[in-house]
């Protein structure tokens, strides 16, 4: 009799968890690895082999893997543990962290719901907390499987275009959605596709937000506007109030931006209505670089009410746990785009107190920058420098990119007074 393979049992979680995810066979399953790393090899042969217990996966392809079977990080750490991918020192810290990461987060708990009440707002509910933990494959395979509710050809416009959107063509999802439109009676549920057609705005803006600045605007305003028409007919949906304040911060922004370049353009009616409609009702005839500044902060204390609203609710928040966290730290830097310096420190200090990570220092650096912009004291950017050297050693990748990306943004000042130590920072930490 042949013995067990070693690691069947890991073998058949992973096949358990590509089947749950939506896809049927290996090929389809390699398919999707590599929409997440175009350039991972295994074949059908190979993944089959790991399934059987036979071949262990590496740690990159166990990474995309995870990553596209949506696999929680107790899961992962578990599987991990078994293929014995981690070192025995610190196995340990491994399991202590695992212990941590099996208290069920606000997901598991929405997706629990919907398990045992599986009706169409607990649907919909776990499908939007989905997305906004980007978990874009799960979502797709949720509406691949999704149940009819109530009206069959309406349900099924409306998950043509949640798939339509997670795939970005989103040309055709805003098409879908408005057609749907077109066929809702509910309140409510003409809110949320307001609501949706709304995201897919934003989204958009968000994609082009640095290249074309007075385009994403463009996209911005057409969200803004559908998240207010959604809230006029349901005040109190916290996802939409969510989608909202962070719609307004980008709206804040990009007009704080294009004040501070002093880039500012005409719009186009025909190519940018809603830029060109909000510049006459802002200004009439001609736009004031000065007065963008002043409607940039009215769009900042809206996305400050908006977290507020966001984060007085906590305690029996529908929204899951990514949403969450960023409406803390956003509520706390939000301060600092108003001026509201002292609160702002509070605020991002008692983060830091809390939860010291890469995003809490970059965002001390940027209160830093934003300090200095107001008051010209040096002492602000050697705080600002201080925090992007803490940042840079909780996570080199992601601060890299933002200390490039945000050049002529959020750190202009720090870069034009401190370029040669801010490229020697990099050239420190760039391998």
């Given at each position: 009799?042949?013995?067990?393979?070693?690691?069947?049992?890991?073998?058949?979680?992973?096949?358990?968890k590509r089947k749950e995810s939506g896809y049927k066979t290996q090929k389809a399953f390699i398919?999707?690895?590599?929409?997440?790393?175009?350039?991972?090899?295994?074949?059908?042969?190979?993944?089959?082999?790991?399934?059987?217990?036979?071949?262990?996966?590496?740690?990159?392809?166990?990474?995309?893997?995870?990553?596209?079977?949506?696999?929680?990080?107790?899961?992962?750490?578990?599987?991990?543990?078994?293929?014995?991918?981690?070192?025995?020192?610190?196995?340990?810290?491994?399991?202590?962290?695992?212990?941590?990461?099996?208290?069920?987060?606000?997901?598991?708990?929405?997706?629990?719901?919907?398990?045992?009440?599986?009706?169409?707002?607990?649907?919909?509910?776990?499908?939007?907390?989905?997305?906004?933990?980007?978990?874009?494959?799960?979502?797709?395979?949720?509406?691949?499987?999704?149940?009819?509710?109530?009206?069959?050809?309406?349900?099924?416009?409306?998950?043509?275009?949640?798939?339509?959107?997670?795939?970005?063509?989103?040309?055709f999802a805003v098409q879908a959605f408005e057609l749907a439109l077109n066929n809702v009676k509910?309140?409510?549920?003409?809110?949320?596709?307001?609501?949706?057609?709304?995201?897919?705005?934003?989204?958009?803006?968000?994609?082009?937000?640095?290249?074309?600045?007075?385009?994403?605007?463009?996209?911005?305003?057409?969200?803004?506007?559908?998240?207010?028409?959604?809230?006029?007919?349901?005040?109190?949906?916290?996802?939409?109030?969510?989608?909202?304040?962070?719609?307004?911060?980008?709206?804040?922004?990009?007009?704080?931006?294009?004040?501070?370049?002093?880039?500012?353009?005409?719009?186009?009616?025909?190519?940018?209505?809603?830029?060109?409609?909000?510049?006459?009702?802002?200004?009439?005839?001609?736009?004031?670089?000065?007065?963008?500044?002043?409607?940039?902060?009215?769009?900042?204390?809206?996305?400050?009410?908006?977290?507020?609203?966001?984060?007085?609710?906590?305690?029996?928040?529908?929204?899951?746990?990514?949403?969450?966290?960023?409406?803390?730290?956003?509520?706390?830097?939000?301060?600092?785009?108003?001026?509201?310096?002292?609160?702002?420190?509070?605020?991002?200090?008692?983060?830091?107190?809390?939860?010291?990570?890469?995003?809490?220092?970059?965002?001390?650096?940027?209160?830093?920058?934003?300090?200095?912009?107001?008051?010209?004291?040096?002492?602000?950017?050697?705080?600002?420098?201080?925090?992007?050297?803490?940042?840079?050693?909780?996570?080199?990748?992601?601060?890299?990119?933002?200390?490039?990306?945000?050049?002529?943004?959020?750190?202009?000042?720090?870069?034009?007074?401190?370029?040669?130590?801010?490229?020697?920072?990099?050239?420190?930490?760039?391998?």
């Amino acid at each position: 009799m042949p013995d067990t393979p070693e690691f069947k049992s890991a073998g058949a979680t992973i096949r358990r968890k590509r089947k749950e995810s939506g896809y049927k066979t290996q090929k389809a399953f390699i398919a999707a690895l590599k929409t997440v790393d175009p350039d991972i090899s295994c074949s059908e042969s190979y993944i089959s082999l790991i399934e059987k217990g036979v071949k262990t996966p590496g740690v990159h392809l166990l990474d995309v893997m995870a990553e596209v079977m949506s696999l929680s990080p107790t899961e992962k750490g578990e599987l991990l543990l078994t293929y014995k991918r981690v070192p025995s020192d610190f196995e340990f810290a491994v399991r202590d962290n695992l212990k941590a990461a099996a208290e069920p987060s606000r997901l598991d708990r929405i997706r629990s719901h919907y398990e045992n009440n599986p009706g169409r707002d607990s649907f919909n509910h776990y499908l939007k907390s989905l997305i906004l933990e980007e978990q874009d494959q799960a979502a797709i395979a949720l509406l691949k499987q999704a149940p009819t509710f109530e009206n069959e050809i309406l349900e099924l416009q409306e998950r043509t275009a949640k798939m339509a959107s997670l795939s970005g063509n989103y040309d055709f999802a805003v098409q879908a959605f408005e057609l749907a439109l077109n066929n809702v009676k509910a309140p409510k549920h003409h809110a949320e596709i307001l609501l949706n057609i709304g995201t897919l705005h934003f989204q958009q803006g968000l994609k082009i937000e640095k290249k074309e600045p007075h385009q994403a605007l463009n996209f911005y305003l057409k969200a803004h506007d559908l998240f207010e028409k959604s809230l006029a007919l349901m005040p109190d949906e916290l996802f939409t109030i969510d989608e909202h304040g962070r719609c307004a911060y980008h709206i804040g922004d990009t007009l704080l931006f294009i004040y501070k370049q002093k880039q500012i353009q005409s719009a186009n009616a025909k190519t940018q209505p809603e830029l060109a409609a909000a510049y006459q009702k802002w200004f009439g005839k001609k736009v004031s670089l000065k007065g963008l500044e002043q409607i940039s902060a009215q769009y900042f204390e809206q996305a400050k009410i908006g977290y507020q609203k966001v984060l007085d609710r906590a305690d029996n928040s529908p929204l899951p746990d990514k949403p969450m966290q960023e409406a803390v730290f956003f509520h706390a830097y939000v301060h600092a785009k108003l001026k509201l310096f002292s609160m702002a420190r509070v605020l991002i200090h008692s983060n830091l107190l809390l939860e010291r990570n890469w995003l809490t220092y970059f965002m001390k650096a940027g209160l830093g920058v934003m300090e200095y912009e107001h008051s010209a004291q040096e002492v602000h950017l050697d705080q600002a420098m201080q925090a992007l050297t803490k940042a840079l050693g909780f996570d080199k990748d992601s601060v890299l990119y933002l200390l490039r990306y945000e050049r002529d943004r959020e750190l202009k000042a720090l870069w034009k007074a401190r370029e040669e130590a801010m490229e020697a920072l990099i050239k420190d930490h760039d391998e």
